[in-house]
DNA sequence: CTCTTGAAAACCGACCAGCGGTTTGTAACT
DNA sequence: AGTTACAAACCGCTGGTCGGTTTTCAAGAG
């Protein structure tokens, strides 16, 4: 039989070699119209070989997006154990970060990732990115809002429920962040960039309500933020001068 | 050649007999595990009749979408034409009616319908109707919220991020709702009536929040809302004495 | 009013490429 | 030598296509 060059690598080498080739491609495919042939071809392995190493395909994408999550658990965990900070800065901190983490985590093209991510195509993996996102960072921010309450900031008739519901906001801006985004460098990028800072201050004003907090006491986007969302730079067209 | 017998129906009859089936199998097997063959078999109908009136298979997800969501439309509609109601009096309407449209609208499996609808193979189906319903109802939100501040009654920086967080917000109460309605018989029924009692008083200041309004003004939720989510009994297994 | 006619609409069912996943055998490492 | 890491052929089934067949229905003829 002939047989075709073959290379063997340690178990966790090649998962993430997989991982990677799978990350590449559902971000820009999408998973569904991703098929494991065309994990295969790029990562140079057989079929054999991938199921020798994941049971499935959805197995893939939840290890795709776990490896993703990680590293913002992990930052989040670290934030939320920060005993010295009040529970105020701890949520300052918490916020940012989720707000952040892509422009924290990842490689240069975040943006697009970002916008590619909420296409149609992707609903799945965006859900269910967001679904792991939502209950990784639960048990971190009701620590953050229980000390709170224990401090007396905070004023919260049900922990859980106040912070599924500040998860939630982050969903809504979210979406805010990605229209602002979509809009820049069009002739409604300064409609959009109204529309983003509108977000922004409802966010925070209805979080100070869930928590009890007076007026104003949570408005931690830094003056610059739509500024900064809206000033990076694509690609510059030649026809500009 | 022998040839089984034939039915010949108005294409519209065909259609909507096609999305009735449809519609039957995608919320009992979810979207992805219906086989546009198991819908044949159901209808009746050959492969090539039926992409002689679909031309995909989404086709047919978003035909049995829009027919769901018209219902609630057009209901929308009429309650937010009303001239003679107060915005206040609107937005009660509004947000009954959102929150109600499957006890309203449907079959009595409505609950079942509900659970079924949030299953993890329904994903794809279930955040597809999600958005239909947000596109949806967002003009028509927009417009009670215009007259609100038309009328000084409401107080809002931009109509259109209010309105948007205000749907937002019934994605969130949907969750708490599933909840609530899985735990029923549970002996964690309690918890979780607690739960989502929780959630729709946070749901109300949040609004109230947003809107400018004095706290508590929005308490739209009637008092005996949570017990009559828990009490819906499911078939009462023989089981119990 | 009935009958013919013919084109368009409705429909059938065999067929296909490609999908996710399995199996069986073999090369490579320890 | 035994186990691990992989290859390649293979499988059942899927969504979708295609050429052909049947119904329908309006218009024209008698």
Redesign the interface.
Known sequence: MKSTKRKNMQPEERRAQLLGCAQILFFSKGFEDTTVQDVLDLAGVSKGGFYHHFKSKDELLFGVLDGMAEGVFSQMDLVASDETSSALELLRSFIHLRANYLREHDYPGQVEFFKVMNQDKN??LL??FKRRVRTGAMPVLTRIIQKGCDEGTFAV??I???A??IL??S??MD??LLRAIEARGAETADHAA??LQ??I??QF??I???LGLPDGTTDFGWPEAVDVTMATEPPPPPSTN
Do not use: P, S, W, Y
């Open positions: 609903l799945v859900e269910q008739a049900d859980d429920t106040a599924e519901l939630f906001l969903t809504f979406l805010a109204g529309k509108a977000a201050d409802m004003l209805t100070d309500r869930i």
